[in-house]
């Protein structure tokens, strides 16, 4: 596709859950990051990805949320027995590798935990 | 500390006039980026602008510029004749060049502007 997709666009989930967010890059992207905005704020980031490498998962909140890019392209976001903090919109971006000019952002996954 | 702030919660602007939204910014990377991103009611984010740290050049995108005042750390965005399709969120973010942040933006809380006819 033209741009950066992700689904759900709307995920409603009861606490204690799993969720699972995916992510689709633009094609031939090697950069990816996974950014977490909470009602009112910025993004604040959660990991990153070079290719099928996480390079950087310091911003992940706590060992319930786990990203994974197993062939380099796809990204996946899990997040385990979701709590009511969590909800938030997930924001996937991309970019050239080497070229970090700009980053094209998905239109990002409402998660909402009741 | 806060790598990206932003002081206005809200701007309000008249259709066709320009407007100024503040950034300042926190870092002692000798080599960073600065971006605007709109994100209107959608939720989308849309890259607006992009100074890297070593441009001589204030960035120029349309009607959209970038005010960059390195020693004292501001980023302001300027829109120059503002259209009502310009309300929405307008967030300024930071891109450290060195060590282990690499290619992570730090954003600021966002400026919500409305322009009004």
């Known amino acids: 596709g033209a741009g950066v997709s992700q689904s759900p666009r709307y995920k409603v989930a009861k606490r204690g859950q799993d969720v699972a967010l995916r992510c689709d890059p633009i094609s031939g992207h090697v950069s990816l990051f996974w950014y977490q905005q909470a009602l009112g704020q910025g993004p604040e980031f959660l990991t990153y990805f070079q290719n099928e490498a996480q390079l950087d998962k310091s911003g992940l909140p706590s060992d319930r949320f786990f990203a994974e890019r197993p062939e380099g392209s796809v990204s996946t976001l899990k997040i385990q027995r979701t709590q009511q903090e969590d909800s938030a919109v997930y924001l996937c971006a991309s970019s050239l590798s080497g070229n970090f000019n700009e980053q094209f952002f998905g239109p990002g996954t409402r998660l909402t935990v009741l | 500390a806060q790598k990206i702030t932003q002081t206005q919660p809200g701007m309000f602007v008249q ?65 120059s004749a503002s259209q009502l399709g310009d309300s929405a969120m307008y967030f300024c973010a930071m891109r450290e060049d060195r060590g282990s942040t690499l290619g992570r933006l730090y954003f600021g809380r966002g400026t919500q502007l409305t322009v009004w006819p």
């Open chain 2, 15 to 79: 259709e066709k006039e320009a407007v100024t939204l503040d950034c300042t910014y926190d870092t002692s990377d000798p080599s960073y980026g600065l971006f605007w991103y709109k994100q209107p009611s959608s939720g989308e984010m849309i890259f607006l602008i992009y100074q890297g740290s070593y441009d001589q050049q204030n960035a120029t995108e349309g009607r959209y510029s970038l005010n960059f005042q390195k020693a004292r750390k501001s980023a302001n965005l300027v829109i």
